[in-house]
């Protein structure tokens, strides 16, 4: 039996915005009530602290700030060459404000700010949880610069046959369509965006950068929609950023 072993670090980047001026680029996820996670089969692979964490970017017009939120537990499942499933969960009190590491004191009081009630509510919500629902097939033949080229050879299908029109999407090279429920203070709700995976005897590759809408999961703080003057820097975007990289090597074949 092939037993899979997390060698390097799976990335769940978290960016307020990641630009000082514009919200972030990328796909925006497509956002719907939370949906029903069904036990996955396979094999189950641990990730641990040490193998993954969380990265944000904060943002306003005149700024940034970069972190890290620490992963508490990390799981993935594979079978048959395909991943069926996984769940990530971080701890809102282990926040590290990598920009302020020189600056104890601003940044214990940013740290701060973050796990208060303005955003995460870290007290009342102590952890972020993104748990896989479905990794849905793409064409991993073609990447995201081919995607019209392939549209052009499915406008003749042959009789009888149903045409699936190809996403487009800003990740190049997206191979699958993942949905997941994607928990922050207290709030759950799906989510779903391209991603590049790829399974084979040397291990797992997968990577995904997205948007969403922060305040979606309540997290009002510098409301943009609500900013009475943004020359005055009254607001933080509300786009999220989010990334996850993973790569896991294969042992024991």
């Known amino acids: 039996m092939k037993i899979l072993k ?6 769940l980047a978290v960016i307020l915005t990641i630009a000082c001026t514009s919200d972030p680029k990328g ?14 089969e396979g094999m189950e692979i641990s990730v641990s602290s040490d193998e993954a964490d969380m990265e944000f970017v904060g943002t306003k017009p005149t700024g940034r700030h970069y972190g890290i939120i620490a992963l508490t537990d990390g799981t993935i499942k594979v079978n048959d ?33 973050l796990q208060s009630d303005d955003f995460f509510d870290a007290k009342n919500h102590p952890q972020v949880t993104f748990e896989l629902v479905s990794v849905k097939s793409l064409n991993p033949e073609k990447t995201a610069d081919e995607y019209d080229s392939y549209q052009d050879e499915m406008e003749q299908p042959a009789e009888d046959e149903k045409i699936t029109e ?33 399974v084979s005897d040397n291990g797992i590759e997968a990577f995904t950068n997205f948007s969403i809408d922060r305040t979606k999961w309540g997290l009002m703080y510098g409301d ?21 990289n993973i790569n896991a090597k294969a042992e024991n074949m």
């Open 224 to 244: 943009e929609s609500k900013a009475t003057d943004k020359a005055k820097d009254q607001f933080i975007y509300n786009k999220v950023g989010v990334g996850f």
């Open 81 to 113: 060459g395909k991943v069926t499933g996984g769940k990530f969960v971080f701890d809102l009190n282990q926040i590290t404000i990598t920009d302020l590491k020189d600056d104890q004191e601003n940044h214990q009081k940013l740290v701060g700010h």
């Open 6 to 11: 997390t060698t390097s670090a799976l990335a």
């Open 27 to 40: 796909d925006e996820a497509k956002v719907s009530e939370a949906e029903e996670v069904t036990e996955a």
């Open 166 to 198: 190809l996403p487009k999407f800003e990740l190049e090279g997206a191979t699958h369509e993942v949905t997941g429920n994607l928990t922050m203070r207290g709030k759950t709700l799906a989510i779903t965006v391209p991603a590049k995976i790829n």
